[in-house]
């Protein structure tokens, strides 16, 4: 990426300054043969195509998605052979019979960042898919947040959707998915922003980043597939610096119980800790899949931040 964005010495700092050992939150240092190991437990990670895999059991997510790294550097990287190597020196650690693929669900409108005109002719309903895509869920969040993100993290970003607008108003964003393909693609579309953009494979539920670190985290459209959405607004909470806000979207504000009370995420993020400052309701999702099909979710927004 030389000759745009943010330049290397300022990518490697936000890396250092936010990511953590998922293990133990630790810091982190460069090992041999560009891996990384965890200055507390002394665990081990590699690092492809620029990305740290920062998963507890990264030796089984080498070896069981062996198959689908490959294919995604192939894809979306110059695929250098000491990326190459490096899979394949972690995926020997472990003999796997079964090959997972990530289980990316994004639409060709999300993936290639395309808008794909829809075939309605009905003038109310073009005035309601125009208004909705106008202002987005990420637009109304940021809006009840009303002051400067600083150092982000987007937790589940996707093909990176939101990605480009929150590296461009914050003080670097360190885009992170369990799926690999996913971060490749979103930062390929955040990295010609000025402020510096990192990506990296967490899970949600443990999230590898330091205490008390970053002043904004973002989750848009996660909490709802989540297993334990607690496990992650508690992991969340401690990477938030005091005063710190997560900023959520979800059209499952219920998390799972159809028609069930719309304040259930309010009440967990509650329990783990947070206050919440802002919210809105049944605010419209737009995904569009074909011109003659769109999804619309009445999304809940939550802004929660970390008490002092
Ligand atoms: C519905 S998509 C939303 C993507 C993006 N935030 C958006 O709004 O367009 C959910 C994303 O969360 C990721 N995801 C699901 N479970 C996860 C987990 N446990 N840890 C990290 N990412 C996860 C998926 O890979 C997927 O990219």
Redesign the pocket.
Known sequence: MSGKGADASARAALGLALLGCPACAAKLSPLGEGDLSCTGCSAEYPVVAGVPILVVDPVGYMAEHRTSLLAALAELTDCSPVDVATVERWARRRPVTTQRF?????TRD?EHAVTTPLVAEDAHFAAFVASAAATTPLDRLLELHGRPLGRTV??????G??SAALAASSDGLVM????FR?VLIARERAEASPRPVVAAV????QLALREGACETLV????VD???DPLA?LEGALASLARRGTLLL?TPDPALGMPDGPADVLAQVAADAGFEVTGRADFVPWLRVHSPRELQVFFVQLLALVRPR
């Open positions: 990530f289980d990316d669900d994004f999300e987007e937790v589940g970003c996707g093909a959707n939101a992170v998915d369990r799926s996913a967490m899970d949600a539920e989750a848009l459209h996660l597939v989540l297993a992650f979207s």
